[in-house]
């Protein structure tokens, strides 16, 4: 993205960068946005009651994230949000929080085919804790390895909520 976080870029048609939007939007519906990952003058600067969470230490790789923010929700369910996600609505993100399940993990697919979206996605802390620390012992370092290991249920998404999870990925995806 040019040497620009993804987070700071902004969304579309508007001045707001990506991640104060999100954090607006989960504060809409009642969520408390946390910041997982190495955070910079920036970000604290936007957003400086934002409570933050380092990478877990000593793993490597995408699951680094996760673990720290399992770890730091206890016993809670707890919602990733990717933060290059410019197009999610309060809506959407409600009915993630909200939706009745007791699976592990509560995630979208854009088709019934594609990858699960693991940044789009509502973890059982107390359910997937142990699963991602075995998982990390034997060396599984993706979020697609992970959740073959977890019972994970999908949460469907109609024709309009589909485009909401269109992230940015590459300079190409901001025009």
């Not at 001045?15 to 997982?36: D, H």
């Not at 016993?75 to 909200?98: G, N, Q």
């Not at 060396?139 to 992230?167: K, M, N, T, W, Y």
Request: include cysteine; hydrophobic fraction near 45%; proline fraction near 9%.
């Amino acid at each position: 993205m040019g040497g620009k976080p993804k987070g700071l870029l902004h969304a579309p048609g508007t001045q707001t960068p990506l991640v104060v939007r999100l954090a607006s939007i989960a504060r809409s519906v009642g969520l408390e946005p946390v910041f997982v990952g190495k955070t910079d003058a920036a970000y604290r600067s936007l957003l400086p009651d934002l409570r933050t969470i380092d990478d877990a230490p000593g793993i490597e790789g995408p699951l680094a994230g996760l673990a720290a923010l399992l770890q730091d929700a206890g016993d809670a369910r707890v919602i990733a949000l990717a933060c290059d996600l410019p197009f999610v609505e309060a809506r959407l993100l409600e009915r993630l929080a909200s939706e009745s399940s007791d699976a592990s993990v509560l995630a979208p697919r854009a088709t019934p085919s594609a990858p699960w979206e693991p940044l789009f996605a509502r973890y059982d802390a107390t359910k997937v804790r142990p699963v991602l620390q075995r998982a990390l012992i034997e060396g599984v370092r993706s979020f697609q390895a992970l959740f073959a290991r977890l019972d994970v249920i999908q949460l469907a998404l109609s024709d309009d909520e589909r485009p909401q999870l269109r992230d940015w990925d590459s300079p190409d995806d901001l025009a």
